[in-house]
């Protein structure tokens, strides 16, 4: 097998599902693009050489979930470690990719495809179906013994004593944080964009820290609810807003809103994944990320007439006579370019737009401040000087019937 880093990619056989397969990557920095670029081209030589193999004995490699002659192909999910540098960082990590883990299962969530059949349209078919999952839990510690005590609270709620089960965990004693709320991807881009989002995610985590800052606590109700419209209903979902306040002057602007009926204050899946890209673009600029290596991401939110494109939707418009072209799998899973196939199919659908959002998003990037930063700064007033503040409250007085007096420190006429 290809190897990552001096380590070889391990092949190894799922432990609930014989004819699934599983390639565990060892642990790699992935800061920047020459390293993203051999690790992604060592597993898509390792996806080839197994998908070699399985055409030798007589089968096809396929994606979970995704049948190619009708056959049903289980569902599975990408796994995903997270290292941190210290147990605060830890700490903080969880507890933030717990509050984003609803909009984590949408952006990743699909369902399972058979061409020619009726489009699957839940969010996550397999977490829908899956009983092996649970909601992340808040933390306020990572240490042993306030660990202790989540488990002993998951045994008598849930009868599930591992971590492990939740979305999102720490692992106890190595310093990593576990994602397994992502669905299994049928194309190495997508894989990649999950990649930088979390990578993302965990510089905001490492940057909250050196601030001496934590993330706050999310009701676990309100999580546990959009957790499950994100399962149901992926970005078409209107997920509920936590409302409350955290300063004085949010609580100040807030208090009218906490009022409402909290029907009224749901959020579009759609929206808060395009608020959230945004808000990583620093993130992202560290990263020496590239819009073609964030493409999948992009294509969720940032299509004209809101629409979504996703690698499984092309299969569909490959699959039009009823069978998916094995070449056309082989080549999604192998495919290791920032964008691969997608790109082509948005440039090709969307040449004008298309292209637009490609040149946004990479100035967005090279620059590292967010789009909604950049519009507030071309909005902002250019500052004034003293004599045409002046001038303008004379003016203001004047239409107010006072007569113009004169300004401090200057002269009457």
Known sequence: MPAVGGEPIRLEQHSRHQELLQLVTPMSWLGTRGARREGFDALARAVDTVATAATQAGGLLTAPGL???????????????????????????????????????????????????????????????????????FLASVSQRHLYRVQAELRRRDGISHLDRMDVAPVVGDGTVLVRCLDAQVSLAETRAHVLLLSALALRARALVKEGRREGHVPQRLLEENRARAISDGLRAGLAEDRRPRDRDRDRHDQPARNQNPQERKVPARQAVRVLLDDLVPEFSRLDATPEEILPLLCLVELPGGQSL????????????????????????????????????????????????????????????????????????????????????????????????????????
Not at 90 to 105: D, G, K, M
Not at 378 to 398: E, I
Request: hydrophobic residues 35%; contains cysteine; proline residues 7%.
């Open 67 to 137: 049948s190619l002659d009708g056959s049903v192909v289980p569902l599975d999910g990408d796994t995903h470690w997270l290292e941190a540098t210290d147990p605060v960082e830890q700490e903080v990590l969880c507890n933030l990719l717990r509050r984003h883990s609803p909009l984590l299962i949408a952006i990743a969530g699909r369902g399972s495809f058979v061409p020619g059949g009726r489009r699957d349209r839940i969010g996550s078919r397999w977490l829908a179906d899956s009983r092996e999952h649970l909601a992340a839990r």
């Open 310 to 413: 996703r690698a499984q939707d092309l299969f569909a418009q490959s699959g039009r006579s009823g069978r998916v072209p094995p070449e056309t799998v082989r080549e999604m899973l192998t495919d290791s370019r920032p964008g691969g196939p997608l790109l082509d199919a948005v440039l090709a659908e969307y040449p004008g737009s298309g292209q637009l959002m490609m040149k946004v998003w990479r100035e967005a990037l090279e620059s590292g401040v967010s789009l909604r930063a950049r519009r507030d700064r071309d909005r902002a007033p250019a500052p004034s000087s003293g004599r045409q503040d002046q001038r303008r409250k004379a003016r203001a007085d004047g239409r107010r019937g006072r007569p113009a007096g004169p300004a401090k420190g200057g002269k009457q006429r």
